[in-house]
């Protein structure tokens, strides 16, 4: 993450590299990509260089359905920085083809988040070329 801040936003922009390029792309196109191994199978997030299962570097990207639940999550009631606005849930989400995922629930009164919740991703665009994945209720 860079102290950049993007267009829409005041917090801290993710910056691209070789291996996310794709990831960004897909974000900017309202397509949630994944990683899937085409040895062993596995998906695989974040995006990398070698699967994390077999060390495979035949990967391919794959779109995901987006559809998840909240495995756990927290309440935050400040933020690092001014473009944080409190409150806002950090919650794992456990997508349907099976990897965990990082990011925020929207669209709900934090207090209405229950592990175990569905949820499907949106995005929000941080700058020109940034969409941050972030879920939504099902």
Known sequence: MSEKSGEKSKVPVPQK?????????GCKEGKLLLQKCNDCGEYIFYPRALCPHCMSQSLSWVESSGRGEVYTFSIHHRGPTPGFKPPYV?????????????????GC??????????VKVTFEQLSEDIYLPKFVPA
Request: net charge negative.
């Open 109 to 118: 009164d934090p207090n209405e988040v229950k592990i175990g919740m569905k």
């Open 17 to 25: 590299r070789p291996e996310t390029e794709k990831f960004w792309e």
């Open 90 to 106: 950090v919650a794992l989400i456990d997508l349907e083809e099976g990897v965990r995922i990082m990011s925020n629930v929207i």
